[in-house]
């Protein structure tokens, strides 16, 4: 498994444990009754076609990342002991098994595994007993039945508890002398219904919406939830790393159910009626943010709001005590990550750029993070090894060459998520 498999499986464990970590105040009873529910719902396991999680392997996620310091890297999953051994029933059989069943419903297990040998489906190699046939069968039926969806409405306890985000497509603006689309990237806080977080852009890209992300963290604290849909703006290596060093739990909305992030929907149609009406194309995009920070300043958050009774400012600055400051140099959290080897010159190529690495690393992996190519950063063995410049080609030919020596490689500390500064 590579360093980005590892670091996909680790964020999603600690999505899996995050109410569990924010429980500690919770009587034993109660976190009982949360572990019951989190080991009895189904999972889309990455890399795993298991779809559970038993009680005794959440409570050992939960331990190892307390007792290593609350850094994500605790939940990196080992080696696999039985790498390389095939398993008992493949993806592909069971997709056969699985069509054959649709077309005999009529018959036994016994009787469809025969079958199955009959048609080829399973050859002689397979060593397949029949409960396992029957025990996947059962998980898969269970994985299609439909279940009625809980709509009631609901509203989260305290501001920063859970903040909805979305893009909206915005008028066209003036940019290098042509028209170009614009997109309103919006954050909206679930209990407030304050903005905490938003502008409009020339891209509807990931590193815009991180962008945004970034100012609603520095301005308005570090929410416990950010709830956004499946878009590629979101679908993003980066902001799922982010927000799992930052201990944001960072949730999916169920495709083409919009429902689920309801409030920002709702602040959606406030725009279209109160706002892009009034907003002719071929404004400059700063002119544009202008005029939108002042509709929310002058209009938006000052007006008392028909679900809450209050305004949107006035109704976030009550909890304004209880918010969870954003932590200094924010954009560190927010990098893109690359795994590269070193060649023999110590240098390592990114974005058709060429870095030198320091004495020792020659023939190693190494992780580059970076937010631009200007500025990146190298791991080995999660410590960081300081900022990496571009080659001096010029000063590079004017050095001796000599046989080369087996360097001993420092010790620095630092995390891979923290920056390592």
């Known amino acids: 498994m590579t360093e980005k498999e590892k670091e996909q499986v680790a964020i999603f464990r600690f999505g899996v444990i995050f109410p569990l970590l924010e429980s500690q105040n919770l009587r034993w009873g109660d976190k009982k009754r949360l572990l019951q529910q989190l080991s009895e719902r189904e999972w889309e396991i990455p890399f795993s076609e298991r779809t559970h999680i038993s009680r005794a392997t959440l409570l050992n996620w939960v331990q190892r990342y307390r007792l290593n310091g609350e850094r994500i890297e605790a939940l990196f999953p080992s080696d696999r002991s039985d790498c390389g051994r095939q398993?008992?029933?493949?993806?592909?059989?069971?997709?056969?098994?699985l069509q054959l069943r649709k077309e005999l419903p009529r018959h036994t297990i016994k009787k469809l595994v025969e079958e199955a040998y009959r048609r080829k489906i399973i050859t002689g190699v397979d060593h397949i007993k029949l409960p396992t046939v029957y025990r996947l069968f059962k998980l898969h039926h269970r994985q299609t039945?439909?279940?009625?969806?809980d709509m009631r409405k609901f509203e989260v306890e305290l501001s920063n508890d859970l903040w909805q985000a979305d893009c909206l497509h915005g008028p066209k603006v003036s940019y290098q002398?042509?028209?170009?689309?614009?997109?309103?990237?919006?954050?909206?806080?679930?209990?407030?219904?304050?903005?905490?977080?938003?502008?409009?852009?020339?891209?509807?890209?990931?590193?815009?919406?991180?962008?945004?992300?970034?100012?609603?963290?520095?301005?308005?604290?570090?929410?416990?939830?950010?709830?956004?849909?499946?878009?590629?703006?979101?679908?993003?290596h980066?902001?799922?790393?982010?927000?799992?060093?930052?201990?944001?739990?960072?949730?999916?909305?169920?495709?083409?159910?919009?429902?689920?992030?309801?409030?920002?929907e709702r602040f959606n149609r406030t725009v279209r009626m109160q706002f892009l009406p009034d907003i002719s194309e071929g404004l400059s995009l700063e002119e544009l943010n202008k005029r939108w920070q002042k509709y929310l300043g002058d209009r938006y958050h000052i007006s008392r709001h028909s679900s809450t009774g209050q305004s949107p400012l006035q109704r976030y600055l009550d909890d304004s005590h209880l918010l969870r400051g954003a932590p200094e140099k924010l954009p560190d959290y927010f990098r893109n990550q690359e795994e590269r080897t070193v060649s023999n010159d110590r240098t390592v190529r990114l974005e058709n750029r060429q870095?030198?690495?320091?004495?020792?690393?020659?023939?190693?992996?190494?992780?580059?993070?970076?937010?631009?190519?200007?500025?990146?950063?190298?791991?080995?063995?999660?410590?960081?090894?300081?900022?990496?410049?571009?080659?001096?080609?010029?000063?590079?030919?004017?050095?001796?060459?000599?046989?080369?020596?087996?360097?001993?490689?420092?010790?620095?500390s630092g995390s891979l998520f923290n920056g390592g500064e």
């Not at 301005?219 to 956004?228: I, N, S």
């Not at 980066?238 to 409030?263: D, F, H, N, V």
């Not at 791991?379 to 030919?397: H, T």
């Open 87 to 97: 398993r008992s029933i493949s993806d592909e059989t069971l997709a056969a098994l």
């Open 145 to 149: 039945l439909q279940k009625q969806e």
């Open 238 to 264: 980066r902001l799922r790393i982010g927000c799992a060093a930052l201990q944001i739990s960072l949730r999916y909305a169920t495709a083409y159910r919009p429902a689920g992030k309801g409030k920002i």
């Open 355 to 412: 870095y030198q690495v320091p004495i020792g690393f020659a023939g190693r992996k190494v992780i580059l993070r970076y937010e631009t190519p200007d500025r990146v950063e190298m791991f080995y063995d999660k410590i960081s090894y300081g900022f990496l410049a571009e080659v001096p080609l010029r000063a590079n030919s004017h050095v001796g060459r000599h046989e080369p020596q087996t360097a001993r490689i420092p010790t620095v």
């Open 177 to 236: 002398n042509k028209l170009v689309k614009s997109y309103l990237f919006a954050i909206i806080d679930d209990k407030s219904r304050l903005i905490v977080g938003s502008g409009f852009y020339l891209a509807e890209t990931a590193q815009s919406f991180i962008d945004c992300l970034s100012d609603a963290l520095r301005c308005r604290g570090v929410p416990r939830v950010l709830y956004v849909d499946n878009g590629s703006s979101f679908r993003n």
